[in-house]
């Protein structure tokens, strides 16, 4: 009978693992019509003969068949209901080939997508994920896991302890996958992940995937200059070319394992291969080792790095009022084109009653505006006149959300209201595709990883941001509970301040106040002057989120001067609110700022 995996691991100077399962099944016929997973139950005889072919090329481990077979890379076969089958199915083929003389490995992959607070995939969600997979293998009987081609250092975590919730015993390796330039897909860079890797207690940590023999070879060098090892090695076949509808690898089994001695000589323990090798990489490898072994001694040598501390942009004006200044701040309209002019004299008028910013929206309703960033800037430099960005992850993915808020910040624009924003259907683009990367819950996560000196993969930035960060709040919602779980999860992301939607009753902000139990940051009421009968039937009827009460809809039904009374109106609310809030944040309708200004100056 064999012995543990970690004793195993121990005894040996070398472990050999397999190559790649994926491509091999690739190249012998299986549809890219299905999961590579599926093979498992629908080509059992294949994914055997791959295995037994590796075993005897040279291989003491084989990994199983189930690196996708996760309900999450499944969905999008329609799989997500064949995660068990496919599991199961997978270690009891890898077993019977191993025939218990050989080790069998529970292959773990990434679940495809971001995963983290404002994702489509959060952190409870993928713990869930990645604890029904490692159930069935680990139900099944495999020797250890394998967390491989990982790409987020907070991915990997959440799948550790999603293990050790199931079995804290078992042997587990990490292998990340790096791209040319020595960062993750999700652009973690390789110090990040030597960090990262320091506080687990994995068995072995390495590389797989991303990159050929030479690349890979760089990252090794790295690693082993900051971290002890032992280290696992499994490179792809080289960089791969598309030829008929298929990726090939180019790279000889030759070429690939000459790189063996310099990896052993590196630290690592366990060699092997990734994408696009074959049996005959793997019995390459054994005969190298075979070859070179005696003659190679191991060196590592300890790097030590600096910490060095994070410089801080200059906070925002209204960053200094908050809290300690009753605010007011008015939202504009950015026009749909290039003429600003009546949006400069709008804001003339709106500083010149006392309003301490503007907001401004960003492609409010999804018909196209001028950039709200570009706008704010303008406004600042020409009026001196500061501004709350509305910022939306609707129309920019992951990237660009950060690129563009650094743009931002270095142009002064500093305070962002993060919203998730309207989708795409409902404006002048209907065709257009929407995003949604990320929802306002990330993007407050984003903007405080900003502040912090870090981009949303903890990679540094050098000068931190100094955003001040703003939320939304419905008080009229459906569901005024869960309204106040989305905001906690948005104060614990790090928001400074929220703006409510329009306010017409003090008893719903009292309701508010009455249903949560947490400490709350300055919160702006919002306040809508309403301009005439049909704009407040409107409201009510048609906008959600509004609630507008019958003795107010009465008021502007039966009011002969009906803008005026909508001032009226708008008045007495912030009177009855004033002392609940910190500041008002009205949103004058159809661009009638002058509104806005009336209201302003009767409490300036």
């Known amino acids: 009978m064999k012995k543990n995996f970690r004793e195993f691991l121990k005894e040996q100077s070398t472990v050999i693992f397999d190559g790649a399962m994926g491509t091999e099944l690739l190249n012998r016929g299986f549809s890219l019509d299905f999961p590579l997973e599926w093979a498992n139950v629908t080509r059992p005889e294949l994914v055997k003969q791959i295995h037994t072919d590796y075993i005897l090329a040279g291989a003491s481990s084989i990994e199983t068949n189930t690196f996708g077979a996760n309900e999450c890379k499944l969905k999008v076969f329609g799989f997500e209901n064949e995660v068990e089958r496919i599991n199961r199915s997978a270690v009891r083929i890898a077993k019977e080939t191993a025939d218990d003389k050989v080790y069998v490995i529970g292959s773990v992959g990434p679940l495809g997508k971001p995963v983290g607070s404002g994702f489509e995939i959060d952190d409870r969600r993928a713990k869930e994920v990645y604890k029904r ?62 960090e990262f890797l320091k506080s687990t207690d994995a068995d072995i940590v390495g590389l797989n995937c991303g990159n050929g023999p030479q690349k890979t070879l760089e990252a090794l060098k790295i690693f082993s200059q900051n971290l002890k090892g032992p280290f696992s090695v499994q490179p792809n076949a080289g960089y791969p070319q598309l030829v008929q509808g298929r990726l090939v690898y180019s790279t000889s089994a030759k070429y690939f394992a000459s790189f063996v001695p310099e990896y052993i000589k590196l630290g690592a323990k366990v060699v092997g291969g990734c994408c696009g090798t074959t049996p005959e990489h793997i019995k390459a490898i054994k005969e190298k080792i075979k070859e070179f072994l005696p003659s190679i001694e191991v060196e590592v040598v300890e790097r030590r790095e600096e910490q060095k501390a994070v410089l801080k942009d200059t906070p925002s004006e209204l960053s200094q009022k908050l809290g300690k200044k009753f605010i007011f701040t008015v939202e504009i309209s950015p026009p749909k084109g290039i003429e600003l002019e009546k949006t400069k004299e709008g804001v003339k008028l709106l500083k010149e009653a006392g309003a301490d910013t503007v907001n401004i929206a960003d492609s409010p309703m999804a018909r196209v505006r001028i950039s709200p960033i570009a706008l704010a800037h303008i406004l600042k430099e020409e009026l001196g006149m500061e501004s709350i960005l509305h910022f939306t992850c609707r129309d920019r993915n992951l990237i660009s959300l950060q690129s563009e808020l650094l743009g931002a910040a270095a142009l002064g624009v500093k305070n962002v209201l993060a919203l998730t924003g309207d989708p795409p259907s409902i404006g002048d683009h209907p065709q257009a595709k929407p995003v949604f990367d990320v929802n306002s819950e990330g993007l407050v996560l984003i903007l405080s ?74 919160i702006l009421g919002g306040i809508l002057p309403l301009r005439s009968s049909r704009h407040a039937e409107f409201l009510h009827n048609e906008v959600p989120g509004i609630t507008i009460p019958d003795k107010i809809r009465e008021r502007m039904r039966s009011s002969k001067e009906p803008a005026k009374e909508g001032v009226e109106i708008a008045c007495e609310i912030v009177e009855k609110i004033k002392h609940m809030v910190s500041g008002i944040y009205i949103m004058p309708p159809f661009e009638k700022y002058e509104m806005a200004a009336e209201i302003i100056k009767m409490f300036k």
């Open 449 to 522: 990883r900003l502040n912090n000196g870090t981009d949303y993969m903890g990679n540094p930035i050098g000068k931190a941001t100094n955003f001040t960060i703003g939320v939304a709040l419905n008080l009229n919602a459906d569901d005024l509970v869960k309204e106040i779980e989305k905001l906690k999860h948005k104060i614990e992301n790090g928001a400074h301040f929220i703006e409510t939607q329009p306010i017409y009753e003090p008893e719903t902000l009292e309701r508010f106040f009455e249903k949560v139990d947490f400490k709350l940051p300055p």
């Open 133 to 194: 997979q490692l159930y069935f293998l680990l139900d099944e009987g495999v020797d250890a896991i394998i967390f491989e081609t990982a790409a987020s250092t907070h991915e990997v975590q959440i799948a550790i302890e999603a293990l050790k919730e199931l079995n804290d015993e078992i042997p587990y390796i990490i292998q990340f996958s790096f791209t040319k330039d020595l960062s993750t897909i999700y652009g973690e860079d390789i110090y990040r992940v030597i």
